[in-house]
């Protein structure tokens, strides 16, 4: 112990000189120019609009501003040598800090050792003009260097003027006033630099770990779409599995080709539903209970069963109001429980962000997909506090995105309101692949001509509605601007 507490003291000191001469010796006269003030900064953003343009250089003018005052000072009271010693450090401090508060040091020393000590007067060894030029330094520095430089300085400082106060006969120095003084206004330079730093650190803290929980957010509102999906997705394989199986036994004497190909799609669908469950294993690895409470057996919602979530919203408290507009036809079952889910998660944040208010869902079942609009007005209650991030709208582009759609959200000028519309391109689901699981081919009087528009509309289909367009159904004035359509 004896040995080791003298080898820690002596690694302690040499690093302090190290420090020391890395921060202040070391390219001391180095050009470190003074930055102008940034456009966010206060004196920048409320400057009249004719000088914003010069605001940024509003601390180099008060700097030279402030050097020819000390000057002129110094030239009367003193003499032209002070002058120049008080102001030529602080010109020089706007393009080389450290080497400017050398020059102020040594101009201090020069001072204190050329000039006598002034019998009854107690501005030794620094004269007004220049105790005010080396706190100006020390202060410039202090504002674009480490706290440690700035430590480093008032030590200097302090140890120049305990000598100058051993070696005063009559005991009148301004020794104290200038440690006490600089460390005041330089502590407290060194102290907000410190504070804004630290708010400017934890606020990129806060955007990465918002970043990191959208990311997150994302993922498992990506694992819950692939977890629905695969329902959807498996019912059609397991339909094309059980017809490849079935068909052969519907022809007399089939070739042996033609069983062996149902029998190759049989495998195919089965394999398909294989990894299917495999896929989905893997996305519910990190979370195997977040289902444990669902029915495996439950149908997905559909567009169909939105009377059973309005009811159970109006019960929460939310006055909802339902239109549906267009020739109701079955929709793919994606496009179905995409469209039943966005319903749902806008109406969810009607709830918590509006209580009170009532809500307009409108369906509309246009040529070449389906349009959706949820509008809901201004919270007529006291709003509580919500853990939500906006992830629900996230979940919603997802699933939006996922389908070809477009989404827009916003509030609605007219009444502090909310919006959500959107349009997901898809084809009408033949009646018996909807109602059985048999699928039936397609008709023919429906077929897409080279032009793509289906043959059985009429001229005014064609060409009197642009596809995505709903009758009835007007996109509110959200904030993107952007309409409804494929």
Known sequence: MTETIPRTELRTIRQAFSDLRKDLITGSFALRPVPPLAATHPLVRHAPRAVRPYAPWLPHAAIVAGAFYLMAVASETESMGLALLSAVPLLLALYRPIGAW???????????LAVAEPVGSSMWPWPATLFASHVAVMVIVASQNLPRVAGQMLLLTAVFGIACDFTADGGHTNAFPMVV??????????????LRE????????????????????????????ARELHDVVAHHMSVIAIQAEAAPYRVANPPEELATSFATIRENAVAALTELRRVLGVVRADDPDAYADADP???????????????????AGLTVEHITTGAVRPLPSGVELSAYRIVQEALSNALRHAPGSTARV?????????????VNGPPTQAVRPSPGMGHGLLGMRERVAMLNG?????????????????????????????SGPEASAPKQGHAPDSSGQASGQTPGQASGQAPGQAPGLKKGPGPEGETMKP
Do not use: N
């Not at 050398?102 to 204190?112: C, E, I, N, P, Q």
């Not at 003084?181 to 060194?190: E, K, L, N, Q, R």
């Not at 630290?198 to 779409?225: M, N």
């Not at 057996?297 to 019960?315: K, N």
């Open 362 to 374: 409108e369906v509309a079942y246009v040529l070449g997909g389906l349009g959706l609009r949820i």
């Open 198 to 225: 630290t708010k400017q650190q934890v606020a990129v803290q806060q955007s990465a770990t918002y970043e990191e929980r959208s990311r997150r957010t994302l993922l498992e509102e990506r694992a819950t779409i």
């Open 102 to 112: 050398w020059l102020s040091f040594a101009a201090s020393v020069f001072w204190g």
């Open 297 to 315: 057996e439950a149908p997905q919602p559909t567009l169909a069963t939105l009377d059973t979530l309005f009811a159970g919203v109006r019960a």
């Open 406 to 434: 477009e989404m827009t959200a916003g509030g609605v000028e007219e009444d502090g309101g909310y919006e959500v519309a959107v349009f997901i391109p898809a084809a009408a689901v033949p009646e018996a692949e909807a």
């Open 181 to 194: 003084t600089s460390c005041v206004i330089v502590g407290a330079v060194v102290a907000r630099r410190s």
